[in-house]
């Protein structure tokens, strides 16, 4: 099984809808971590949390919000999606202290 | 300016060919230096860590020179199996594990 799983893995949305995306993992890592991939662009930060109590902004955050129900669960939601945030959608997670990120297989968002 | 930049690419090169890319970083406080590794719509996985003295991993060569802020990747005897995108990223502190990352650069190895 994989140790880092995202839900779900695509989704086709209308302008305006609230849409969740959902990241788990059983790797025990208190850190996890939100990303955006879009063509010709490096992965972008959106969120961040290093426990349970502790979200950080990202570089992108403008129009995402995140819920950390868990150690093992991260949420990011799109309250009102836009076309522009069509994009991959990465979750990773790492352990406290280590460099290495592990990331999850990705959800593919489009906004229509 | 972007904080990591590397040329796109693509590099088209036969199998058995050696192979090196570069990247640039601007913020000289970077604490940690990494290539990941990403195949066509999968995720990022890390190849191998760069230490200023270098470092090996079989095929792999990665460089780091601090002053000119500079990473490198050679791979020798390229293989087909190696063709995908090749990530440059940056922690920029070390205690926080932020990681920037660069656009990327794409190999091709054909027979």
């Known amino acids: 099984d994989a140790d880092v799983t995202q839900t779900p893995r695509n989704r086709i949305t209308k302008t305006g809808k609230r849409i969740m995306l959902e990241c788990s993992q059983t790797k025990g890592h208190d850190r996890m971590y939100w990303y955006r991939q879009d063509p010709g662009l490096g992965l972008r930060l959106i969120y961040y949390?290093?426990?349970?109590?502790?979200?950080n902004k990202g570089e992108i955050s403008d129009g995402y919000s995140v819920s950390r129900q868990a150690q093992a669960k991260f949420s990011l939601s799109l309250e009102s999606a836009i076309p522009n945030q069509t994009a991959l959608y990465f979750c990773a997670t790492s352990p406290t202290g280590g460099d290495e990120q592990f990331f999850g297989p990705g959800t593919r968002l489009t906004v229509l | 300016r972007k904080e990591v930049e590397q040329d796109p690419g693509p590099f088209n090169v036969p199998e058995g060919a050696t192979v090196a890319f570069n990247c640039t970083y601007s913020n000289s406080a970077s604490q940690s230096f990494f290539w990941y590794r990403q195949d066509c719509r999968k995720e990022p996985k890390l190849l191998m860590s760069?230490?200023?003295s270098g470092n090996e991993d079989g095929r792999f060569t990665a460089q780091l020179n601090r002053a000119s802020q500079y990473i490198s990747l050679l791979i020798r005897d390229s293989k087909l199996s190696d063709s995908a995108t090749y990530l440059c990223v940056v922690n920029l502190s070390g205690g926080y594990n932020k990681l920037i990352f660069g656009a990327g650069t794409r190999l091709a190895v054909h027979p």
């Open positions: 760069v230490y200023s």
């Open positions: 949390s290093f426990d349970v109590k502790d979200i």
